[in-house]
């Protein structure tokens, strides 16, 4: 696999094709960092057939959305947008609906949308040469769907959009079959990555000058390596970790079932790996996670909670929730209430639920009143927010390592994370510190993020 950097992207060269040298595409991505990387793995397939970007999408000759279905409102967002090119097939234009509503919906995307030329699932992205090949032959109706594909993680080229952060797929799919998500249907069953392939991928990226690569998978801390050497999740970490130029290593997103000990004492032991774990709860009350069939309980994940809390050092938490399941009731949403002061996380990904297409939930019939979810999400923002001033305010006087990946100009301020993934704003003298890792005195905090000043 050819890695792609972000200079392509603006201008620098790529490998071309000589059936689409001129054309331009336009790719806009919805949905998870997943997609993100996705989409990654889309453009470089197209950079190298001899398509150049262009950030306009009227002035594209293929116009590509990467969808996410995972709530409802992300979908319509995508046919609104499908919308305005009903004259794209007479314009000569193309256009391409992939991903997760593509997998979906499949060939019924044509019958609502009958100017789309292109629908395709992520599991085919290994044969988007070939799908490429015969819309540009004049094929008017396109398809790469199907989930039953033992092999979707590797294409030829991938284009790199951050210059210093690199993600890397090491599972596809999830066999949790919650009752509520559609990943399972849109992503299929999981796939995990063998070890091999993944460590020199981490090794040719920090060949390439990247410091700090994200491990991804839908349920990432269920990786089992397929081949030899047999290595646990934890060991992979550590192994990538090992590679020399690479700084950190992250991972997201974790399932509380899968998550074991031997993860927090890997991250204890090794500076690179990141202090930040994203540990989705969907609910704190144990009858709601038995109807979404999470498979624990509140108790056992307070008591993954307690451990992570013990490690030596101080890893930040998050996590999802999900309010208005059907059936919740008042004492249920009390109990996510309650669990928000009893984890104190670092940050929260909140959510109204949304009944989804092909999950057992959605023929459910007591669902809750969309005025009565919007009431709980408002309450539980505020109380969230009311525990990250309060955290945040905690780092206050201390001393953080920022990635600096960006520069706010009119407030003239460098940005970054920390290896907790907190974002810093912070002033320095320096005149160029993208791509460095920049120490930073902590003077003020805020629910979502810290300000400081560079100190070395």
Known sequence: MVDIPLESLTGGSAPAGPSSSGRTFYLETFGCQMNVHDS???????????????????????????????????????FAHLGKYKKAPEQGRAVAVLGCVAEQEGERIFDRAPWVSLVCGSASYRRLPELLDRLEAGQRRVTGLGLDVDET???EVTRRDHPFRAYVTIIEG?????????????RGPERSRASGPVLAE??????????EVQFLGQTVDSWRDPGPP???????LLAAAATPGIRRVRFTTSHPRDFGPDIVRAIDDCPVLCEHIHLPVQSGSTRVLERMRRNYTREEYLETIAMIRSSRRPISL???????????????????????????YDGVFAFKYSPRPNTPALEWPDQIPEAEKSRRLALLIDRQRQIQVERNGKLVGSGVEVLVDGRHEARGQWTGRTSGNRVV???SPMPDLLGQYAQVRIFQAGPNSLVGEHTR
Do not use: H, W
């Open 40 to 78: 990654e793995k889309v453009a470089g397939v197209l950079l190298a057939r001899g398509y150049r970007p262009t950030s306009d999408p009227d002035r594209a000759d293929l116009v590509l959305y990467n969808t996410c279905s995972i709530r409802e409102k992300a979908a319509q967002k995508v």
């Open 153 to 155: 993680f590797e294409t």
């Open 174 to 186: 999830c066999d949790k079959r919650c009752t509520f998500c559609v990943v399972p249907s849109t």
């Open 202 to 211: 981490v090794a040719r990226l920090a060949a390439a000058g990247y410091t």
């Open 230 to 236: 047999g290595l646990r999740f934890s060991e992979l």
């Open 318 to 344: 998050t996590t999802d929730i999900i309010v208005g399941f059907p059936g919740e009731t008042e004492e249920d949403f009390a109990l996510t209430m309650d669990l928000l002061d009893r984890a104190g």
């Open 425 to 427: 704003n912070f002033t």
